[in-house]
């Protein structure tokens, strides 16, 4: 009896430590199984930072204080488009976060960067002429037109510099684009195609002349300018590269060269009403 029940004991003993294993080896799986859910969150949240940090942010000069003195007249519509230049480095920067990956190494430049400045001219043009009309012009103002990606960003499309400042224009682009539904040179990528202006326009005043043939020129060097594109830019970029990095901005040039013709025209008569709507140009095979 005494020699059975140190053998019953050594099996309890054996048993209990199986069991006490198997609970203790069931804790270190579920263990192994929970560090490997943390690590897969962590490098989720790590991730997603990243995305969010990656494509960097515009940075533009600022307009606002390089003004001279607003006159009253012009108060109005300085501060509509001072306030159209911060929407639009909203905007831009929206749309980085919303293309990380999108196109080649040049993207950012050409879809974004690039439109952003002739907005910015555009935008900054009205404002020198609103203060035009009742005070001495500002000039120079075009040098705080264009803007860059911070160092945050993917390098690829800017210089790093930063520049300070809190204003992009959204408006229309300054000085460019086709006149004469002129189609420019063909080639494999197409040829953009863009309304005629000049004779659309009605009978322009003497004093109003020098100006309108000079941004009528303007428009037939953009066709020119946009074509070239084009064919450099073959095989560049995704489906909608063409419209968000070259007819797009074409179009936003054409806006402003057209409204400064109106504008020229309407100082010593009649400012021709609808011409906006030749603005837009196609791509043609």
């Given at each position: 009896m005494s020699r059975a029940l140190p053998k019953y004991n050594k099996r309890r003993v054996a048993f209990i430590g199986g069991a006490a294993a198997v609970a203790l080896s069931g804790t270190v799986i579920a263990g192994f199984a929970l560090a490997g859910e943390t690590t897969a969150s962590s490098k989720s949240g790590g991730t997603n930072a990243r995305t969010l940090a990656g494509p960097g942010t515009v940075s533009c000069p600022d307009v606002k204080s390089k003004l001279p003195?607003?006159?009253?007249?012009?108060?109005?519509?300085?501060?509509?488009?001072?306030?159209?230049l911060n929407t639009?480095?909203?905007?831009?920067?929206?749309?980085?976060?919303?293309?990380?990956?999108?196109?080649?190494?040049?993207?950012?430049?050409?879809?974004?960067l690039g439109?952003?400045?002739?907005?910015?001219?555009a935008t900054i043009n009205r404002m020198a002429t609103?203060?035009?009309?009742?005070?001495?012009?500002?000039?120079?103002?075009?040098?705080?037109?264009?803007?860059?990606?911070?160092?945050?960003g993917s390098a690829a499309a800017a210089t790093p510099t930063q520049q300070a400042g809190g204003n992009t224009g959204n408006s229309a682009n300054?000085?460019?684009?086709?006149?004469?539904?002129?189609?420019?040179?063909?080639?494999?990528?197409g040829a953009i195609s863009c309304p005629d202006v000049k004779s659309k326009l009605p009978a322009v005043p003497a004093t109003a002349k020098a100006e309108v043939?000079?941004?009528?020129?303007?428009?037939?060097?953009?066709i020119q300018e946009a074509n070239n594109r084009l064919a450099s830019s073959v095989g560049q970029g995704g489906p909608n590269f063409v419209q968000n990095a070259i007819?797009?901005?074409?179009?936003?040039?054409?806006?402003?060269?057209?409204?400064?013709?109106?504008?020229?025209?309407?100082?010593?008569?009649?400012?021709?009403?609808?011409?906006?709507?030749?603005?837009?140009c196609t791509l043609t095979r």
């Open positions: 003195a607003v006159p009253a007249t012009a108060k109005a519509e300085v501060d509509r488009n001072l306030a159209l639009q480095i909203q905007e831009a920067n929206k749309r980085l976060v919303d293309t990380v990956g999108q196109g080649g190494p040049n993207f950012v430049q050409n879809a974004i439109p952003l400045k002739d907005k910015r001219v609103a203060i035009g009309r009742t005070a001495a012009r500002p000039q120079g103002l075009d040098a705080l037109a264009p803007c860059t990606l911070n160092a945050n300054a000085g460019n684009a086709g006149n004469a539904g002129n189609t420019g040179k063909g080639n494999a990528a043939d000079r941004n009528l020129a303007l428009l037939n060097t953009q007819l797009g901005p074409l179009k936003d040039k054409r806006v402003s060269t057209i409204d400064r013709i109106a504008i020229s025209i309407g100082r010593t008569a009649a400012k021709p009403q609808g011409l906006g709507s030749l603005a837009a």
